[in-house]
């Protein structure tokens, strides 16, 4: 206690304000939201669905490359009749001419029982079919080797068949190796079989 001496005042001068804090923000309630982090979990089960998916796919393209439609066949057995050393021409595979597609092939394969050995050829007949003959040039417009050549509606695949000696064969449906867009097989075609007999010269 002074005699008489002013107090000193605690107030704050005029014009000056007590610095204040701003206000602790509470974590999550204003400001930008939390980006959450992805979990190992989800991006796995991503990855997952990414590879399934790319099987389902290659599947798919591999079933579709191997299962071409298959190639017309018939019940039909020709018997065809020839001589010792004169090529005969047996018609195995007439293209339909409402076949539209068109086969790269590949090969040809044959199989021929006999009781002797003869010599029997896969050929592709352009724009012809043939029966049984001798003298094919009468029934195709050309007459080539079968491999790396194109098939399309009217060509036929016919057999040529060559012995010296008297001879009994059995031609069975020809096999058709081909290659269509992406897709390729090794199908049947055409005629059941063929029965050649070839006669002695008198």
Not at 75 to 92: D, F, I, Q, R, S
Request: contains cysteine; glycine residues 10%.
């Amino acid at each position: 206690m002074t005699d008489g001496g002013p107090v000193p005042s605690t107030a704050p001068a005029p014009g000056r304000r007590r610095a204040e804090r701003p206000p602790r923000r509470r974590s999550g309630a204003l400001g930008a939201p939390r980006v959450p982090r992805p979990s190992f979990r989800s991006r796995g089960w991503r990855i997952t669905g990414l590879v399934v998916a790319l099987a389902l796919a290659v599947g798919w393209l591999v079933w579709y490359a191997t299962t071409p439609e298959d190639l017309p066949v018939t019940e039909k057995v020709l018997n065809a009749n020839g001589v010792v050393g004169t090529p005969l021409y047996v018609g195995m595979f007439a293209v339909p001419s409402d076949f539209g597609r068109t086969l790269r092939v590949a090969g040809v394969k044959v199989h021929t029982t006999s009781d002797v050995e003869l010599e029997v050829t896969p050929l592709l007949c352009r724009r012809g079919t043939v029966g049984v003959t001798t003298e094919p040039d009468q029934f195709c417009a050309d007459l080539v080797d079968p491999e790396g050549e194109r098939l399309v509606a009217g060509d036929s695949i016919v057999v040529r068949v060559e012995s010296e000696t008297a001879a009994l064969a059995v031609v069975d449906r020809v096999r058709i190796a081909y290659r269509e867009d992406i897709r390729w097989d090794t199908q049947p075609a055409g005629n059941q079989q063929a029965i050649v007999t070839i006669a002695g010269r008198p």
